[in-house]
């Protein structure tokens, strides 16, 4: 089955750290690039970070030195550790590979809410 599952989202106080995860299935996963990406009420889906099957990321400016992506092959998963979160940062979080971006095939996301 075809899958991407988001999770480890929440409620954070400004200043605070979330790490999120996606498990995705092996056909998902296997050979590519994987991205985050987050959608803020009101606003157009953007990409926030991506991550080679190598190891190499990279991240959208305004997140650069406070996110961190990553990933474990061997699990299918990969992972965005949140730091210094800031009320800009509240969105719904999803991962994807662009292909899957560019045809509109999403998972459920997962929210993080920055507030105090």
């Known amino acids: 089955q075809v899958q991407l599952v988001e999770s480890g989202g929440g409620l954070v106080q400004p200043g605070g750290s979330l790490r999120l995860s996606c498990a995705a299935s092996e056909s998902i996963f296997s050979d590519n690039y994987m991205g985050w990406y987050r959608q803020a009420p009101g606003k157009q889906r953007e990409f926030v970070a991506g991550?080679?099957?190598?190891?190499?990321?990279n991240h959208l400016d305004s997140v650069k030195g406070r996110f961190t992506i990553s990933r474990d092959n061997a699990k299918n998963t990969v992972y965005l550790q949140m730091n210094s979160l800031k009320p800009e940062d509240t969105a719904v979080y999803y991962c994807?590979?662009?292909?899957?971006?560019?045809?509109?095939?999403w998972g459920q996301g997962t929210q993080v809410t920055v507030s105090s």
């Open positions: 994807n590979t662009p292909d899957r971006a560019r045809r509109g095939y």
């Open positions: 991550i080679t099957v190598g190891g190499s990321g």
